[in-house]
C-alpha cells in the first residue's frame, strides 16, 4: 500500500521569508501524481500545487514551488515570501492512476508577522 | 454550479442515532469521493465512485456505514446506530474526467456524537 509521511507536525516562518515542507512517500509504480493541499482553519482544502512523476521539472505556482526527487520519492513544497494568509494545515498527497488520494498526516505552518 | 457542496455543516447526534450526510458534485464530474478526517489528522479514504457505481469501499467503512450515489448525480452518506468514535469531518471530494488535476473539496460535515 502507498504511504505517505510528513515529518514535520508543525512549522513556524516570518512574514515575508522562506519555508519548506518535506513529504516522502512510498511507492513501487513508475507513473503517479502527488499534490499538495491547504487547509485553512475551519475552511475546505484546496489544491496549492501538482506533479506529475514523469515530469523533471519542478512545478511552480507563483510563490509555490517544489523539489521533487524521484529516485529519493521526496515531494518538498517551497512557499515564498510567506503571507499571513499561508498559515494552514499542509497535507502532502499521492495518486496513482485513477485511484484515491492518500493523503500524508500534515503539516501546521504558522506565519509569524 | 462554483464547487462541491456538503449539507448539513454541523450534526450533533446522539450515541446509537442515525445520520445521513448529503454531497452534490461539480455537475461534469463523474467520479466523487468520501472522506473521513479527525482532529489534526490527515483525510482517510472512506470509499468512491464513478458515476452511479461504488467502485471501492475502505476497511474502514464497516457495515454501520453506507453510501449511494443514485443516477451519478449527488451522494449520501449514512452512518448507522452510530458511536463516539464515529466523531469527525467528512469530507467529499469530485472530480472529473481531467482527474490528474487533483480533487475538488467539500466544506465538509462536522459530525459530533455525544
Known amino acids: 500500500a502507498q504511504t505517505v509521511t510528513q515529518s514535520q507536525p508543525e512549522m513556524s516562518v516570518q512574514e515575508a521569508e522562506t519555508v519548506t515542507l518535506s513529504c516522502t512517500y512510498d511507492?513501487?509504480?513508475?507513473?503517479?501524481?502527488l499534490f499538495w493541499y491547504k487547509q485553512p482553519p475551519s475552511r475546505q482544502m484546496i489544491l496549492v500545487i501538482r506533479?506529475?512523476?514523469?515530469?523533471?521539472q519542478n512545478a511552480t505556482e507563483n510563490r509555490f514551488s517544489v523539489n521533487f526527487q524521484k529516485a529519493a520519492k521526496s515531494f518538498s513544497l517551497k512557499i515564498s515570501d510567506s503571507q499571513l494568509g499561508d498559515a494552514a494545515m499542509y497535507f502532502c498527497?499521492?495518486?496513482?492512476?485513477?485511484?484515491?488520494?492518500?493523503f500524508g498526516q500534515g503539516t501546521r505552518l504558522t506565519i509569524n508577522p | 454550479d462554483t464547487g462541491v457542496s456538503q449539507d448539513p455543516r454541523h450534526k450533533i447526534t446522539k450515541r446509537g442515532q442515525n445520520v445521513t450526510f448529503r454531497c452534490d458534485p461539480i455537475s461534469e464530474h463523474n467520479r466523487l469521493y468520501w472522506y473521513r478526517q479527525t482532529l489534526g489528522q490527515g483525510p482517510e479514504f472512506l470509499t468512491y465512485?464513478?458515476?452511479?457505481?461504488?467502485?471501492?469501499k475502505s476497511r474502514l467503512l464497516s457495515d454501520r456505514f453506507s453510501a449511494e450515489r443514485p443516477k451519478g448525480s449527488f451522494s449520501t452518506l449514512e452512518i448507522q446506530r452510530t458511536e463516539q468514535g464515529d466523531s469527525a469531518m467528512y469530507l467529499c471530494a469530485t472530480t472529473g474526467p481531467r482527474s490528474w488535476y487533483g480533487y475538488t473539496f467539500g466544506s465538509g460535515t462536522r459530525l459530533t456524537v455525544v
Open positions: 506533479q506529475e512523476a514523469y515530469k523533471q
Open positions: 511507492t513501487s509504480e513508475s507513473d503517479y501524481y
Open positions: 498527497a499521492f495518486r496513482e492512476g485513477a485511484q484515491k488520494l492518500v
Open positions: 465512485f464513478q458515476n452511479e457505481a461504488q467502485l471501492e
